[in-house]
């Protein structure tokens, strides 16, 4: 097994990794970004159709996000409004009401070729060999007073700084940190929630958004689920043309296909029984987003607590993430404010630091 010596680790290749890794590296940095899946990106995860893109994981942004705003138009992927005009469709116990106007969404922007087109963009920024993917982080510890040691499946590697660019409850299940980490901090990181971590974003697809001839938004709230919310998922031009809503975890014996298509069908008529395609992604299967019992995790005012902004280890391991993020919590803006932040905190680290040499690459 080998020895590497970087100045510092990011974990996780998500928008949060990726944005700390970026702005390490333009600070001249020496880093590594080691991710355990196959793809960039975690929760940004877009999927190509014959009509276009389909996102499965984040869907929006909003006005205000100066970070992912500029990432979405420098990225080439292809910002546009989401749809509002129309009215809502309500379920409830007593049956099906047509409510005026758009009661669900917001104006927000998506991504016309997918989120993912912002984490591939900022993965492409940096030198070949930087993201490293299929290499999950099997532990992290202190290795002297100086750096961290960071064991993979076929490497051990040391860095002056690590940045957790995970969700906490998902670090703290998956990695092992040698109970150098305090007590308080690891119950605080097992209760916080994973954003989308106990949700299956369900997408219907149409050949065309007939609903719009009926003066509907495709907007849609139930209190008879599966899905609890329903929005219009139509791509630029109209294509693809889809509804997708967000289900909670169900029971075991539950056809979620079958129970989805009823309730659409009950919901926007016969058109919507006939779907072209119909996706279910269960983020609760996802083994790096999120870990087991995730749907019990519930207490979001966690998100940003202020101990996640306090480095551990000696003042090097540092949070990254948007359940981490001071601001933003659950947005992709979060994730890459959170990023910055680690980014920012290293560097003034680094700036206090009376080394005068970068660590080199030694192999043993």
């Known amino acids: 097994m080998s020895t590497v010596d970087h100045e510092v680790i990011v974990v996780g290749a998500g928008a949060a990794g990726l944005r700390a890794a970026t702005s390490l590296r333009a600070a001249g940095c020496d880093v590594v970004c080691l991710e355990a899946r196959d793809r960039v990106g975690g929760r940004l995860l877009s999927v190509p159709t014959t009509a276009g893109v389909l996102d499965l994981g984040a869907t929006w ?15 080439g992927a292809a910002p546009f409004r989401q ?38 963009a900022m993965a492409h920024t940096l030198p070949p060999d930087t993201v490293r993917l299929g290499c999950p982080v099997r532990s992290v ?19 002056r700084h690590v940045v957790i660019a995970v969700p906490p409850a998902l670090a703290v299940a998956r990695i092992d940190f040698a109970g150098q980490l305090p007590d308080p901090l690891v119950g605080l990181a097992r209760a916080t929630p994973v954003w989308m971590g106990a949700i299956t ?35 630029p031009g109209d294509s693809p043309a889809a509804l997708f809503g ?83 919590g659950g947005h992709i803006e979060g994730a890459l404010a959170s990023g910055d932040a680690a980014a920012a905190a290293i560097l003034a680290a680094e700036a206090r630091t009376p080394h005068t040499t970068r660590p080199t690459q030694v192999i043993t």
């Open 61 to 75: 942004f909003w006005a205000g996000e100066q970070r992912v705003t500029r990432l979405a138009r420098e990225s």
């Open 83 to 120: 749809h509002l005009a129309g009215d809502t469709i309500f379920q409830d116990g007593g049956g099906v009401r047509r409510l005026g106007g758009n009661l669900v969404d917001g104006p927000a922007q998506r991504f016309g070729r997918g989120a993912a087109r912002i984490a591939t």
């Open 141 to 159: 510890r202190s290795a002297d007073p100086h750096s961290l040691a960071v064991d993979t499946d076929d490497a051990l590697l040391r860095a």
């Open 201 to 235: 974003k369900v997408v219907a697809v149409y050949e065309r958004p007939f609903w719009r001839d009926a003066g509907l938004a495709g907007a849609g709230l139930s209190r008879l689920g599966p899905l609890q919310e329903i929005h219009d998922m139509c791509g």
């Open 246 to 328: 967000f289900a909670p975890p169900l029971s075991a014996d539950i056809d979620l296909e079958a129970a989805v298509i009823g309730q659409l069908n009950s919901m926007f008529g016969e058109h919507a029984a006939r779907p072209v395609r119909l996706i279910a992604q269960d983020w609760r299967r996802e083994a790096w987003t999120s870990p087991p019992g995730v749907e019990a995790l519930v207490d979001y005012h966690l998100f940003g607590h202020p101990v996640f902004h306090e480095p551990e280890l000696g003042g090097r391991l540092h949070w990254a993430c948007t359940e981490t993020a001071a601001g933003f």
